[in-house]
């Protein structure tokens, strides 16, 4: 499938604003994508994902796999039709990330992946054709290749060897896909921290001509700084008319910087994660909604935002829900969390049209961070 991506704008370090288009219409960039790991964002209404401004969403093939299972998913008739989802595209990662954090044992050959269940302990083999397989029967609209997504940190022989062995796995993965006709298909970067290594993985991988492509194995256990060099070391090799996807960031600082660096897609479980916990994303950093000074603060958590939380509802109310464990006050903070992160992409989208980017960084920056630390 043809996402026909377009830059509309790209400033003189790199900062992209862009648009794609789907089935499900025209979708601009940057943006942030919600994670709903098992065919649901945790405890949210799609039609609550929509009023949040969320345009698309991302769904986890080695939990579907799992449960309920791809033919299940397949016979409700996709992934849309199985979750309701009928307000824009889903994408589905490829499984790899939870067999290297999750599933233990492992055994990494050329086939494949062989590893336990962590939900039952049952024996599996994960191949690059079996995640395409799973992916084509999930009927998202976005699949991803398949790929070793490596500890943090490992050897430059081993990373060598990994990233080898993700190339090849993504050639059969792109040769796996019978739904190139409905299913755009991204290929992932790979090589750590070491720069020719994540160098030779974005130009091999581009010579495959995927429909976009991820920066994969970053926010693994690295420092800030390194984070930044790992995206900068595989943006400046990769296609300039493709989408550019940075995984599992969603730190509002590291989606700036992302940007900054030619990253058009993120994705993240932070905002519901958070919430679940009791805190709130804002402009002056994160909010503790637990804290005893919100027992009678009776004002939204942001006052200029516009989601049905901060509408409808005071502080004082979301914490009473928080601290009597009430479901409710979690879902409440996470369409607060996720409307501040689309509010945040739509902030980033605007700046780079004024060309100020760099500038609106700092002043989020010391708002969110510097300032909140010297309360």
């Known amino acids: 499938m043809d996402l026909k991506f377009k830059v509309l704008k790209e400033t003189s370090y790199g900062a992209r604003l862009g648009e794609f288009k789907t089935k499900w219409g025209n979708h601009k960039t940057p943006m942030f994508m919600p994670v ?35 033919d299940i998913v397949d016979h409700a008739g996709g992934l849309h039709e199985f979750m309701n989802y009928k307000t824009g595209p889903i994408l589905t990662d490829c499984g790899g990330f939870q067999v290297f954090s999750l599933a233990k044992p492992k055994d990494i050959s050329e086939e494949g992946v062989k590893f336990k269940s962590h939900i039952d302990g049952t024996d599996l083999l994960l191949t690059p054709e079996k995640s395409i397989e799973i992916q084509n029967k999930l ?12 500890p943090y940190p490992v050897t430059h022989d081993y990373m060598k060897d990994s990233v080898e062995r993700t190339l090849r796995w993504a050639k059969r993965s792109m040769d796996a896909n019978k739904k190139r006709d409905t299913q755009a298909q991204f290929g992932i970067v790979q090589g750590g921290e070491f720069e020719d290594l994540r160098k030779w993985s974005a130009i091999e991988t581009a010579k495959l001509d995927f429909d976009g492509y991820s920066v994969g194995g970053v926010s693994v256990g690295e420092s800030p700084e390194t984070k930044l060099k790992m995206i900068e070391y595989a943006t400046k090799y990769l296609p300039k008319d493709k989408i550019r996807y940075l995984m599992g960031v969603g730190e509002p600082i590291d989606l700036i910087d992302g940007v900054i660096r030619g990253i058009d897609i993120f994705d993240c479980v932070s905002p519901t994660r958070l919430a679940r916990h009791g805190n709130a994303l804002t402009l002056d950093g994160r909010m503790n909604i637990r804290n005893h000074k919100y027992m009678e603060d009776f004002t939204p958590i942001e006052s200029d935002c516009d989601c049905y939380a901060c509408k409808n509802f005071t502080k004082s109310y979301i914490r009473h829900l928080i601290v009597a464990e009430e479901s409710f006050g979690q879902r409440l903070i996470s369409i607060h969390n996720i409307r501040f992160l689309t509010r945040l992409m739509e902030s980033i989208r605007e700046h780079i049209e004024s060309d100020d980017l760099k500038e609106f960084r700092e002043e989020f920056y010391n708002r969110y961070y510097v300032k909140k630390s010297t309360k």
């Open 139 to 150: 009927g998202s609209d976005i699949i991803m290749s398949f790929d070793e997504c490596p």
């Open 36 to 70: 709903g790991t098992q065919a649901t964002v945790k405890t949210l209404s799609p039609e609550e994902l929509r009023d949040a401004h969320s345009d698309i969403i991302l769904a986890n093939t080695y939990h579907l796999w799992l449960r309920p299972g791809e």
